[in-house]
């Protein structure tokens, strides 16, 4: 074989060496969208400002991801999908049940927050924070994908005898993922931007934890 032809297989090898290279840009420059959304808000971060942190060009990042909004979308859901399951707590909690298991994280949020806030600061920005055309494919993404195991968690819920059955499961599901998101975002706020809304105390946390619970089980538990 002539020294200057490469076998078939050495062609692919180039084809996976280059996959795997523009996956690895892709990420560095998702990671780094992450990290200045979350510092800056959105209209605060200027894609030329992420380009030029990783020292290439700004047309490089709008072929990936063609625009800022899909960049954002694309930190957008990078964060989610990096936060914990409903069924990601531990065994003995989710065997305490499901409400149990909505205590647990409810109880959690400040210190979920306090591990990454960069990934809470991106989930409040895609939630409260952008227009309506990046809000409906925020809206998309969560429905179709479910990255919060949901709709598992509230199947067990009914199996277990403690959620209700005689709604449409895809309308519990909903309901859990709005007031559990609701409720997690206000104490995201003020864990983040504690001069915003006054503090709670632990106590006056716990109180609000049991308050919530109390609203869950009257709108989703079986009765």
């Known amino acids: 074989m002539s020294r200057d032809v490469k076998p078939h297989g050495g062609a692919r090898e180039d084809e996976h060496g280059s996959s ?4 690895a840009k892709r990420a560095a420059i998702v990671s780094a969208a992450v990290r ?5 808000g959105y209209e605060g971060t200027r894609v030329e400002a992420i380009a030029r942190e990783l020292g290439i060009a700004k047309g490089s990042v709008f072929a990936h991801f063609g625009s800022k909004a899909g960049l954002f979308l694309a930190a957008y859901r990078s ?16 065997d ?7 205590r647990y994280w409810l109880e959690r949020t400040g210190h979920l927050v306090r591990d990454d806030w960069t990934v809470y600061r991106v989930t409040l920005i895609g939630n409260h924070g952008t227009d309506l055309s ?30 209700r059955d005689d709604i449409a499961p895809d309308l519990l599901v909903g309901v859990v993922d709005w007031l559990a998101e609701r409720f997690q975002d206000a104490q ?18 716990a109180s609000r934890v049991d ?10 538990g079986r009765r």
Not at 20 to 23: E, F, K, T, V, W
Not at 79 to 88: E, I, K, N
Not at 148 to 163: K, L, N, Q, S
């Open 20 to 23: 795997r290279a523009l996956d």
């Open 211 to 220: 308050q919530f619970l109390e609203l869950l089980r009257g709108a989703v």
């Open 79 to 94: 964060a989610v999908r990096s936060l914990p399951r409903w069924q990601d707590a531990p065994p003995e909690v989710i």
């Open 36 to 40: 200045a959304f979350a510092e800056h």
């Open 188 to 205: 995201v706020t003020d864990e983040l931007d504690p001069g915003l809304f006054r503090r709670a105390g632990p106590a006056e946390q």
């Open 134 to 163: 990046i809000k409906r494919e925020v809206v998309r993404f969560l429905a179709d994908e479910d990255p919060y195991g949901t709709a598992a968690f509230v199947r067990d819920g009914i199996r277990r005898g403690e959620v």
């Open 96 to 102: 305490a049940g499901f409400f149990a298991t909505v």
